[in-house]
């Protein structure tokens, strides 16, 4: 099993531009999310997803959009790039239930 | 205001010693989880924590949960360099601050053990 699967792994954008940080996993796992680490911050949730066509703002959402059309597949939409973007990003995701979650290897964005 | 709060947040330490290193939370939950990071790579989940009293071990790292104190423990024992990484708990919230298996983490403990 491939597990969680990010790409691409790092990134540099100048402000104002967009892009989608892809995330698949191959677990048939309806819980999936995003996440932001900035140094000595822990990770914070994005949105998240409890299944296919189900998504939701978690702690800091601004800046940013997911769809969830399959149960594989979560991207996330940067729109309009800022440099409060620059951060890593990690995907995870979990079946529920008593298991911890699943991670991608994460994205590294740099915003200039 | 949810809170989960690592304590403490940088640790050096050498080889062969034992310690201790504290997670709090501030709201009803009853599972938690720690997770280990590498420099540059990504979380690796530790232990699972499920209830009142869990107390989970594996090689040289033990973690315990009190929910009455909200709090977990992660205990060291014989530190080793390869033990060197960042530490992450995160607490996954009783409903109406939780549900959807949503993780809260605190803000990580950066180890390093010295030879």
């Known amino acids: 099993n491939a597990g969680v699967t990010q790409t691409p792994k790092f990134r540099i954008l100048k402000i104002g531009q967009s892009m989608t940080l892809q995330c698949t996993q191959d677990?048939?796992?309806?819980?999936m999310y995003w996440y932001r680490q900035d140094p000595g911050m822990g990770l914070k949730l994005i949105y998240y997803?409890?299944?296919?066509?189900?998504?939701d703002k978690g702690e800091v959402p601004n800046g940013y959009n997911v769809s969830r059309s399959t149960t594989e597949d979560f991207p996330l939409r940067l729109e309009l790039a800022a440099p409060s973007q620059t951060s890593v990003y990690f995907c995870?995701?979990?079946?529920?239930?008593?298991?911890?979650?699943?991670f991608g290897s994460g994205t590294r964005l740099t915003v200039v | 205001e949810l809170k989960v709060e690592q304590n403490p947040l940088f640790l050096s330490m050498q080889e062969g010693k034992n310690y201790t290193i504290y997670c709090n939370y501030s709201?009803?939950?009853?599972?938690l989880y720690w997770y280990r990071q590498d420099p540059g790579k990504s979380l690796e989940s530790l232990f699972v924590?499920?209830?009142?009293?869990a107390v989970k071990q594996e090689g040289r790292l033990m973690a315990s949960l009190d929910t009455k104190a909200r709090l977990s423990t992660l205990h060291i024992t014989a530190a080793v360099h390869d033990l060197s990484a960042t530490y992450f708990c995160?607490?996954?919230?009783?409903?109406?601050?939780?549900?959807?298996?949503?993780?809260?983490f605190g803000k990580g403990m950066k180890l390093t053990v010295n030879p």
């Open positions: 709201t009803t939950s009853d599972r």
């Open positions: 995870a995701s979990t079946t529920g239930g008593n298991y911890g979650y699943t």
């Open positions: 924590l499920l209830s009142n009293g």
């Open positions: 677990m048939n796992h309806n819980y």
């Open positions: 997803s409890v299944g296919a066509g189900i998504t």
């Open positions: 995160a607490v996954d919230p009783l409903p109406p601050q939780g549900g959807s298996e949503k993780l809260v």
